[in-house]
């Protein structure tokens, strides 16, 4: 009979080690440089890969279990909450066009994330960079389910919904988000981590997160409350890889430290312009507000984004260039950007309006020093046009910044009187550009930005109406064209708010008056 041999309980350490940088090998067949052909071409230089720490000790079988509590609480509320019909008890009809930019323009970026970190969990020669990516790529993927969960009650009542993948491929706006990523995911592993994982994941996010779920919050939307709480505590951990991935860059070779600075150079910049969207969305969108983009900025943007840049100086790292100009457009953007909606709103999937008296004043109260100057009255003077009945509409096409995609309409540094335009030539033709960050990205790698698909561009040379439409016929309406290709029903989906289906039809279900 055979002693029974007793085993030793591995630790936590030992075990998830076995977990995770056991299940690597040497390749014999081919070449480990054949396999792993991604992590060195971007002229990053790794010399150990085991100096990699992993920032959470997760295996497969532990993340499982955590997740799985998590959609169970998660799924729970939003199955109590349309069943008490939840959509009767946020503030305003209004503020579901929030929740529209949220499904058309945000919940698209986490399946593009997936793909990306699904590709590096493949592809990076280190194991423990691998299960990381691995991990955060399933993450992800179930941000965009929950985030489309959640949100698909909203769309059984309010219109600007039905059609976001679409919208995400073709509509003007939804290119500057999703220019974003796609320059992400056609780069290399390291620069998409830096893109990603760092400049926004780390430096950015609470910029988006944390304002939306508050603002939720405050204007009656549990569902949306639930599934960023839910989302926020993955957050966490790809904001520790994030930083655990720069510092691993930077510790590993000193020829790293200008590559890794020229990258948050690049992605600090194309980060901030995509949360041109969340500053408008703070600052305009929300019934009941929170806190203005500028004080979020000061919050999550100066006072921690400078201390981590102050910690990585130690490695030679420096802030981004263009951090002291979002400083100082910190009292424009959001201001900026409504302009443009309010003023392109017959092209877009969502509603816009001009502010009521007492949300005008808490905009002046939050910019002392701008508001009333240079905002207040324009605004005021698309209310006095709009009940006169010459509700103001810009049907021309706008000229697009070739790098971030959004119309050229913010203004030049030191001067918020003054239209911001830069230009560069390449290859015998102008480029044009909103800002000198935008500029130096495309001067810095133009072969890829010519690329560009530019909704405006495309109008012009017809690729954006239906095959069988004949631009050539007599009466033709490009704009009504455009927007049948992008699937947009004028009038319901999109245009002024007073007086639109959503207005109406929440009114009626609350008993308010209109």
């Known amino acids: 009979m055979d002693t029974r041999v007793t085993r030793k309980k591995l630790g936590l350490k030992e075990r998830y080690a076995t977990m995770t940088r056991g299940l690597g090998w040497e390749t014999s067949y ?30 497969m079988d532990a993340y499982w279990k955590y997740q799985g509590e998590k959609e169970k609480k998660l799924y729970a509320v939003i199955e109590a909450f349309a069943q008490n019909n939840g959509q009767l008890s946020v503030s305003d009809a209004r503020y579901i066009n929030a929740l529209k930019l949220f499904i058309q323009g945000v919940t698209p970026l986490e399946y593009y994330a997936y793909r990306g970190f699904a590709h590096l969990g493949r592809h990076f020669t280190g194991e423990g960079a691998r299960v990381a990516t691995q991990m955060q ?38 290119s500057v988000p999703k220019s974003f990523f796609e320059d992400a995911l056609t780069s290399g592993p390291f620069e998409f ?19 939306f779920m508050s603002g939720a919050a405050h204007n009656g939307d549990l569902s949306t409350v639930t599934f960023g709480f839910s989302a926020q505590s993955d957050e966490s951990r790809h904001m520790t890889l994030g930083i655990e991935c720069i510092k ?105 309006w001009v502010p009521e008296d007492e949300e005008l004043d808490w905009l002046s109260q939050k910019y002392p020093d701008t508001f009333d100057k240079l905002y207040r009255p324009r605004l005021l003077h698309y209310r006095k046009l709009q009940q006169e009945g010459k509700r103001f509409y810009n049907n021309a096409l706008p000229m ?53 698909w530019l909704p405006v561009h495309q109008i012009y040379q017809g690729n954006c109406f239906k095959p069988d439409v004949d631009p050539t016929a007599e009466g033709f309406d490009p704009l009504a064209a455009v927007l049948d290709w992008y699937g ?27």
């Open 400 to 452: 697009l910044c070739n790098t971030c995609q959004i119309p050229m309409a913010f203004t030049e540094p030191g001067d918020p009187t003054a239209i911001c335009y830069r230009e560069s030539t390449y290859l015998g033709q102008k480029f044009h550009f909103c800002s000198d960050g935008c500029k130096q990205v495309f001067d810095h790698e133009p072969q890829k930005f010519i690329q560009s």
């Open 193 to 211: 981590l830096t893109a990603i994982s760092f400049s926004f994941e780390y430096v950015l996010t609470n910029l988006l997160f944390v304002p």
């Open 30 to 59: 081919q070449p480990m440089d054949k396999v792993f052909p991604y992590d060195k071409f971007e002229g990053i230089k790794i010399h150990d890969w085991d100096k990699w720490e992993d920032p959470f000790r997760l295996t």
């Open 137 to 174: 790529a399933i993450d992800e993927l179930r941000h965009f389910q929950t985030e489309t969960h959640a949100l698909s009650h909203y769309n059984k009542y309010f219109n600007g919904m039905h059609n976001s993948n679409q919208w995400f491929d073709r509509v003007w706006y939804l």
């Open 248 to 352: 691993f860059m930077l510790e590993q070779d000193p020829a790293n430290v200008p590559i890794v600075q020229g990258w948050i150079d690049k992605w600090f910049w194309r980060g901030y312009r995509v949360l041109t969207l969340v500053a408008m969305m703070q600052d305009y969108m929300l019934p009941k507000r929170v806190m203005s983009w500028k004080e979020a900025w000061e919050m999550y943007g100066e006072a921690n984004g400078g201390a981590l840049f102050r910690d990585l100086a130690r490695y030679g790292i420096r802030e981004p260039l263009g951090w002291k100009q979002a400083m100082e457009e910190k009292d424009h953007l959001s201001h900026q950007a409504w302009n443009i909606f309010y003023n392109y709103c017959g092209a877009a999937a969502m509603h816009t």
């Open 488 to 514: 947009i029903q004028p009038g319901v989906d999109n245009m002024e708010f007073d007086g639109s289906p959503d207005q109406k039809n929440f009114a009626s279900w609350t008993g308010r008056s209109v």
